[in-house]
């Protein structure tokens, strides 16, 4: 954690003997280790969150792409890759060659057209048996 020498521990120790004195030095050395380990608590519980919002924010970043994904119009995009303007299916797309002729209802008394016999078999009029 910190980078100190034997010496500088001898040296904070003589020191805090000569300050609080004997009688009290183990009580101050147990309060030190108790804010010790508490700082390192505090910091480990610190760095825990601090990698669990790294991990939600990436699930967060990872589902926002799987929806985008999901939205993804892959047709589209590849129409518009290919014929951005519309220019080719233009070109490819052809006119109708023969265009159907109206149907104008046939009258009863009118006579059928040419090369047509007048009479038809009917499905209805043959006698069943």
Do not use: Y
Not at 50 to 63: H, P, Q, Y
Not at 66 to 93: E, H, Y
């Amino acid at each position: 954690m910190f980078d100190f020498a034997w010496s500088e521990f001898a040296l904070v120790g003589v020191v805090g003997l000569l300050l609080i004195g004997p009688k009290d030095m183990p009580v101050a050395i147990r309060t030190v280790t108790g804010l010790i380990k508490k700082a390192r608590g505090l910091a480990t519980e610190f760095q825990s969150h601090v990698d669990e919002m790294v991990r939600e924010a990436d699930l967060t970043e990872a589902r926002d792409q799987l929806g985008q994904l999901g939205r993804l119009n892959v047709r589209d995009k590849l129409m518009k890759a290919i014929d951005g303007d519309g220019a080719l299916r233009r070109s490819l797309t052809m006119p109708p060659l023969v265009e159907n002729p109206p149907r104008h209802p046939r009258r009863r008394d009118s006579a059928p057209p040419a090369g047509t016999s007048a009479a038809r078999p009917s499905l209805h009029s043959a006698p069943c048996g």
